[in-house]
């Protein structure tokens, strides 16, 4: 349209100030997701809230640690921050502090993809210290060759098993089947790891109170596995239980604003040409926040 970036963004937030004087985004909040996003290399993120009953985004600004979140809280005020029942988010303690000094009496609900991406992280440890196990196994004479020889085929087949142990057992093709036989057979502790990640993924599967003593039963598991990043996150999920346990009960998750977040990473890609977040966090506003900007001669339906 023969316009410069910097028009193009000053006319984004030109309208969202628009909606905004007529619009309070944060009326009736009562459950919350919080959630960190990249929007730039070199670790430049967004901070972004949504309402979890509308389904819009009501809140986002630059930068992801306690002060940029307090700003949020303090723009919702004392009053409607005590209204606030239910905050979804990750293990991150910025937000988990910040909540707990803004919304004491919030419940707070671990997100359970972060949780079973926990064990997939302790498990891909494990991954690697048996692939490099056996690639560095030393070698020198003929016997020595042939051990060699062998290590080095069982790290190709560790190197190639990463997928097969990270997917979700009702998508696995058959040669992944295949794949975690051979692990079994292979190295009983790595597949012990993987077995100990889809029990933690069971969990969630079960939820309310029977997900409760599943998960005890697991602690309990990891604990006395020993398996070294197991048993530290067993500590780990101890350490969140409440907010473990509230998932469970209230079936509530960061699902919403992962998909919202996937929604303005696409936005993201329209937005290269511009120089300051603000342009992209009016364009994810008007875009996902609900309300619309009144158009000349428009009619709204």
């Not at 409760?212 to 530290?232: H, M, T, Y």
């Not at 999920?237 to 929604?263: D, F, Q």
Request: aromatic share 8%.
């Amino acid at each position: 349209m023969r316009i410069a970036w910097a028009t193009v963004g000053a006319i984004l937030s030109r309208v969202r100030s628009d909606v905004d004087a007529r619009v309070d985004r944060m009326a009736g909040l009562r459950r919350i997701g919080i959630d960190e996003i990249s929007y730039k290399r070199n670790h430049k993120y967004l901070t972004v809230v949504v309402d979890h009953d509308t389904g819009w985004l009501v809140w986002a600004a630059a930068g992801n640690d306690k002060p940029t979140l307090a700003g949020f809280f303090a723009l919702l005020g004392p009053e409607r921050c005590a209204r606030i029942t239910h905050v979804s988010a990750d293990g991150a303690a910025w937000i988990a502090r910040t909540v707990e000094r803004y919304c004491p009496d919030a419940i707070r609900c671990a997100d359970p993809f972060h949780v079973v991406k926990w064990a997939t992280d302790a498990l891909d440890q494990v991954r690697r210290q048996v692939w490099n196990t056996a690639r560095g196994q030393p070698g020198g004479t003929r016997r020595d060759r042939r051990g060699r020889q062998a290590s080095a085929g069982a790290a190709q087949g560790m190197k190639r098993a990463r997928w097969a142990l990270w997917k979700n057992p009702e998508n696995l093709t058959d040669n992944q089947r295949h794949k975690l036989a051979w692990i079994a057979k292979t190295d009983p502790r790595l597949h012990r790891a993987y077995l100990l990640k889809e029990g933690l993924r069971h969990v969630f599967t079960v939820g309310g109170e029977a997900g409760k003593d599943v998960l005890q039963r697991w602690l309990a598991w990891a604990r006395r596995c020993r398996i070294p990043e197991f048993v530290k996150l067993a500590r780990t999920i101890r350490s969140e239980l409440p907010a473990i346990h509230a998932s469970l009960e209230h079936g509530l998750s960061n699902a919403l604003i992962e998909s919202t977040n996937t929604k303005i990473r696409l936005l993201t890609r329209l937005a290269f040409g511009f120089k300051h977040p603000d342009a992209l966090i009016s364009l994810a506003l008007l875009a996902l926040g609900g309300y619309r900007p009144e158009l000349p001669d428009r009619t709204h339906t």
